[in-house]
């Protein structure tokens, strides 16, 4: 009797060793699952590459797009209306090279009135996002933007509101209209 008690302690013991290895297992791979490798998160501390501070890099940070929207949409509107010297600099931060819009001469984008700029998304996934931003006129400008892994968010499309986004063909400066007045 003492060997079969033995026996079966021991195969006992074996099966639940080998239970408690396989929920180890388990539990390590739902782990890894649910939380980001550290591997990844050695890679962001290393280089914390954001959208807006270099188009040269990769990368790393996956901004979600309501961030995009409230932090870098309100930037590229203010970038793109912009009469500053470093506007073109701007545009290269923060539009890709083929967005809609950027075929719009800088003459015909009117002044925009001088408030804080504020952004709010509209819809947006993890590699899209279309913003509204609020610069003071009565409607809001609209950007379309698109992440990659190589460039990071860029700002795909930019289009005005209807009224005082751009200047119409025959209006004039205010410095003309005086002129003409004498």
């Given at each position: 009797?003492?060997?079969?008690?033995?026996?079966?302690?021991?195969?006992?013991?074996?099966?639940?060793?080998?239970?408690?290895?396989?929920?180890?297992?388990?539990?390590?791979?739902?782990?890894?699952?649910?939380?980001?490798?550290?591997?990844?998160?050695?890679?962001?501390?290393?280089?914390?590459?954001?959208?807006?501070?270099?188009?040269?890099?990769?990368?790393?940070?996956?901004?979600?797009?309501?961030?995009?929207?409230?932090?870098?949409?309100?930037?590229?509107?203010?970038?793109?209306?912009?009469?500053?010297?470093?506007?073109?600099?701007?545009?290269?931060?923060?539009?890709?090279?083929?967005?809609?819009?950027?075929?719009?001469?800088?003459?015909?984008?009117?002044d925009q009135p001088d408030v804080q700029a504020s952004?709010?998304?509209?819809?947006?996934?993890?590699?899209?996002?279309t913003c509204s931003v609020w610069t003071g006129l009565?409607?809001?400008?609209?950007?379309?933007?698109?992440?990659?892994?190589?460039?990071?968010?860029?700002?795909?499309?930019?289009?005005?509101?209807?009224?005082?986004?751009?200047?119409?063909?025959?209006?004039?400066?205010?410095?003309?209209?005086?002129?003409?007045?004498?």
């Amino acid at each position: 009797m003492d060997e079969r008690k033995r026996r079966k302690r021991n195969i006992l013991i074996i099966a639940a060793t080998t239970a408690a290895v396989v929920l180890m297992v388990v539990a390590n791979i739902a782990f890894i699952l649910v939380h980001p490798g550290t591997e990844d998160q050695d890679k962001a501390a290393a280089s914390d590459v954001k959208a807006e501070t270099s188009t040269s890099t990769p990368a790393v940070r996956h901004q979600k797009p309501l961030e995009v929207c409230e932090k870098l949409a309100p930037k590229a509107a203010a970038a793109y209306t912009s009469k500053a010297a470093d506007r073109d600099r701007l545009i290269k931060r923060y539009f890709a090279s083929d967005a809609q819009g950027l075929n719009i001469p800088i003459d015909r984008i009117a002044d925009q009135p001088d408030v804080q700029a504020s952004g709010g998304m509209n819809a947006g996934t993890s590699t899209t996002a279309t913003c509204s931003v609020w610069t003071g006129l009565e409607s809001p400008w609209t950007l379309t933007w698109r992440w990659t892994a190589d460039k990071g968010w860029k700002c795909t499309g930019i289009n005005g509101p209807l009224e005082g986004a751009y200047t119409v063909l025959g209006d004039k400066a205010p410095a003309e209209d005086k002129d003409d007045e004498k």
